[in-house]
């Protein structure tokens, strides 16, 4: 269930930074499958002659480059392959309000099952997390949750799940001034702060912004490659990218938390 791609100890960490969506929750599992094919729709209207296939190649390319990334880039990007094809793209919080309209039908059902108490919090979220948010506050690190789903909504999420707690960092999420809050920003402040150092950060995710930012620093870096919304296998094309840009550690969950504690801290 652990694949160690570089033996690196976190023995020395004592700051954890952890993505959300795909990372610890799964209540927005299949959000790809609603964003692609809008962006799909939209290319095809620039009528470029390319079939709908290829047009689905290049979205889920730069897609998943963006993943972790605020929304907004995702939508800026979407923006820039309308122009090169000679169409006239709309404001980019067009597409994302667009979006996220389309990912509140599909996961409305599930908000208000957690809201009216039908389903319990560890239904929507990734097996194990619970477990391993505890060993993590048992060995004294302090945590921090930053999102690339606007904040509003990833909070509400959050202490739906009952996470909110296990941070006392923060938590943070997308802002209407995107350029203002990214995860790269908030490390770099807390290092600033000197709060911690670089190599003292342990980073969890299941896109390569959180994996690569920490990596970047010299801490430490599990990827999540979580194949939603089960999240009991490793999802390959996720692997792939998170090794590209750092991972030092690949788990599809946190069932095997005695494995993947041992590797690090033992």
């Known amino acids: 269930m652990l694949e160690i791609i570089n ?93 996220l309209d389309l990912l509140q039908v ?31 506050k048992e060995r004294g690190f302090k945590m921090y949750l930053a999102s690339g789903t606007d904040q509003d909504y990833m909070r509400h999420e959050a202490n739906l799940l009952d996470f909110s707690k296990y941070f006392d960092g923060g938590v943070f999420g997308a802002l209407d001034d995107y350029k203002s809050f990214s995860k790269k920003i908030l490390i ?9 150092a670089g190599e003292q950060f342990l980073g969890f995710g299941d896109g390569y912004v959180e994996i690569e930012n920490v990596h970047q620093v010299g801490g430490v870096t599990v990827g999540v490659a979580t194949d939603e919304p089960d999240c009991l296998k490793v999802d390959e094309w996720k692997r792939e990218r998170l090794i590209k840009v750092g991972a030092d550690y690949i788990v599809p969950n946190y069932l095997g938390l005695d494995e993947l504690f041992g590797a690090l801290f033992d």
Do not use: C
């Open 7 to 99: 033996a690196k100890s976190a023995r020395h960490t004592r700051v954890a930074l952890f993505d959300f969506d795909g990372t610890l929750s799964s209540i927005r599992a299949g959000w790809v499958d609603v964003m692609v094919p809008m962006m799909v729709e939209a290319l095809l209207a620039t009528n470029s002659g390319e079939t709908e296939e290829e047009i689905t190649a290049v979205v889920r390319d730069f897609v998943g480059l963006l993943t972790g990334k605020q929304t907004i880039y995702q939508m800026i990007a979407l923006t820039e392959e309308i122009s090169k094809r000679g169409g006239a793209p709309e404001d980019p919080l067009v597409y994302k309000k667009r979006y």
């Open 106 to 136: 599909r996961i409305q059902h599930r908000l208000e099952a957690l809201e009216s108490g039908k389903a319990s919090p560890d239904d929507y979220a990734v097996p194990g997390s619970r477990a391993l948010l505890e060993g993590l």
């Open 188 to 196: 770099e402040q807390i290092i600033q702060r000197a709060e911690f």
